[in-house]
């Protein structure tokens, strides 16, 4: 919804989330609310990180939208500051370490060509790359874990009908522990959404 650019329809998500927890037994109102809490923000963290493909203005309009559906009482319970931690040089080198890390793993032995074919094209498309894609944004792990979020890479990709980039993070939501049947369930639902939004992806 956020790739396609109608955050009008996140509110179903929404719906969607509180109905299933709202529904499990046994748990009290503050176990649902704990439990609502951690969904956002794995779908927070999940919009947010597809910026990296979709864009920064999409993701705001995702982003702005979740926070107003969502409730206070569960709003209360996210975090109120970055997740990302940039205060210090020590913290943007252990970002930009763990950025070369996530690269690394997702072309594995292509890394040098990727890495070389945009710094060729241009140079500071590669260090923006590194330094601010995989660094501070995919790679952190707290919320999202490397196979998830190769995953959310693969699902952008799809909508912005791009199969080039495509191909190679299929093989690296493999290479970051994702089976065949989860990459497979991407593709069906990003299939289902971009019929119903009337948009062509790509379908590697």
Do not use: C
């Amino acid at each position: 919804m956020s790739s396609v650019n109608h955050p009008e329809d996140i509110q179903h998500i929404y719906d969607i989330v509180s109905d299933n927890v709202n529904k499990i037994p046994n748990k009290t109102r503050e176990e649902k609310n704990r439990l609502v809490s951690k969904i956002i923000l794995r779908l927070r963290e999940g919009v947010f990180k597809s910026h990296v493909i979709v864009g920064f203005p999409k993701t705001i309009n995702a982003l702005q939208t979740l926070s107003k559906v969502t409730p206070e009482e569960i709003k209360v319970l996210l975090p109120n500051k970055p997740l990302r931690k940039e205060e210090t040089w020590s913290d943007v080198q252990n970002e930009r370490q763990r950025g070369k890390a996530l690269f690394d793993k997702i072309y594995d032995k292509h890394t040098d060509k990727v890495y070389n074919n945009m710094y060729n094209a241009y140079p500071d498309l590669a260090q923006t790359a590194l330094h601010h894609l995989y660094g501070p944004t995919l790679a952190e792990s707290s919320v999202l874990n490397a196979k998830e979020t190769s995953l959310v890479v693969v699902s952008s990709l799809m909508v912005q009908n791009v199969p080039l980039q495509l191909k190679g993070h299929l093989y690296g939501a493999s290479h970051n522990g994702a089976t065949q049947a989860e990459i497979d369930g991407v593709k069906d639902l990003v299939s289902k959404l971009a019929d119903y939004y009337k948009v062509h992806v790509s379908r590697l």
